[in-house]
C-alpha cells in the first residue's frame, strides 16, 4: 500500500526545501545500481527530517542503517560545522560507497561511519545524541529504542523508520509468518504497541511515506 497519494507527495515535494545535489546524487545512483534502492528515505523524509533538525538545534545524531550514505548526508547538512552524525551498518559494500560520496561533500567530515551490528554498537557509544534514527534490522526495533532512550540529550528525539510497513501493521491485515517481511510485521507491531503504551515517551505516528514515529521523553 503507497501511504500517501503519489501526485500529493510530489507536489508536497515540489513546495519543499530538499536535500543538495550531493544527496541526489547518492539518491540517483542508488535507484539505478543498487539492489534495495526502495530502502531510500527519499526527498520528502529527508526534508521532514531536517526540518526536525534544525527545530531542535541539533548537533549530535546517531543514525542505525547506513546503507548508500543518503539519509547520513541529508542529516548531515542540517547540522552545524560542529556538529556529527554517527552512523552504523554491518554491510562493508554499501557503507564503501557511501564514504565515496560523502567524500565530494562539504558536510562529509562530520559523518563518522560505524561498522558492526547495532546491538553490538550502541553500547560502545558515549555521550547523549539530539537525534536518533532508527532504520536499520526491524527485528531490533525495540532494542534499538530501548537502549537509545537513555542516551537522548534533554530536547532529543528518535525518529523510527517504516512503522507503517505499507500499511501490514494495520489490524485487521492477516500474516503470513513464514515470510520474512511478515515477520517484521511483527516486530514494528511490537514497537508501535510499545511506544502507545509507554508512559515515559511522548509519540506521534505520522503517515509520511512508510510512516515515521516521533518519540521524546514525556
Ligand atoms: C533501510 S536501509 C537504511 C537506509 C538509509 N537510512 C537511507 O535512507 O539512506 C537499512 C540498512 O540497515 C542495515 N542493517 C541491517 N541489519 C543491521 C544491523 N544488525 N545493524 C546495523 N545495520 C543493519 C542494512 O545493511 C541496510 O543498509
Given at each position: ?44 523524509e529527508?526534508s ?42 554491518i ?18 567530515h ?41 542516551m537522548?540529550?534533554?530536547n ?12 501490514a ?10 515470510q ?7 516486530f ?13 515517551l ?17
Amino acid at each position: 500500500m503507497q501511504i500517501t497519494d503519489k501526485k500529493v507527495e510530489e507536489y508536497c515535494i515540489s513546495k519543499s526545501n530538499l536535500p543538495s545535489k550531493d544527496c541526489l546524487a547518492i539518491e540517483e545512483y542508488t535507484r539505478a545500481n543498487v539492489h534495495g534502492a526502495g530502502m531510500l528515505i527519499g526527498k520528502m523524509e529527508a526534508s521532514f527530517i531536517g526540518f526536525l533538525l534544525k527545530s531542535i538545534k541539533a548537533k549530535r545524531v546517531l543514525e542505525l542503517g547506513t546503507f548508500t550514505g543518503y539519509s547520513a548526508l541529508t542529516m548531515a547538512e542540517q547540522l552545524p560545522a560542529d556538529g556529527e552524525v554517527i552512523t552504523v551498518d554491518i554491510n562493508q559494500e554499501t557503507v564503501a560507497l557511501a564514504k565515496d560520496f560523502w567524500g565530494k561533500s562539504e558536510h562529509g567530515h562530520k559523518i563518522k561511519s560505524v561498522l558492526g551490528s547495532g546491538l553490538d554498537i550502541i553500547p560502545t557509544l558515549t555521550g547523549k545524541f539530539d537525534f536518533v534514527f532508527i532504520d536499520a534490522d526491524k527485528r531490533n526495533y525495540i532494542d534499538y529504542l530501548k537502549l537509545t532512550v537513555p542516551m537522548l540529550s534533554p530536547n532529543g528525539m528518535i525518529v523510527i523508520d517504516n512503522v507503517l510497513w505499507g500499511g501490514a501493521v494495520l489490524p485487521d491485515v492477516v500474516l503470513d509468518l513464514t515470510q520474512h517481511r511478515d515477520r517484521n510485521t511483527e516486530f514494528i507491531r511490537l514497537v508501535n504497541d510499545y511506544v502507545a503504551a509507554s508512559d515515559d515517551l511522548y509519540g506521534t505516528l505520522m503517515p509520511i511515506r512508510d510512516g515515521m514515529f516521533l518519540i521524546q521523553r514525556k
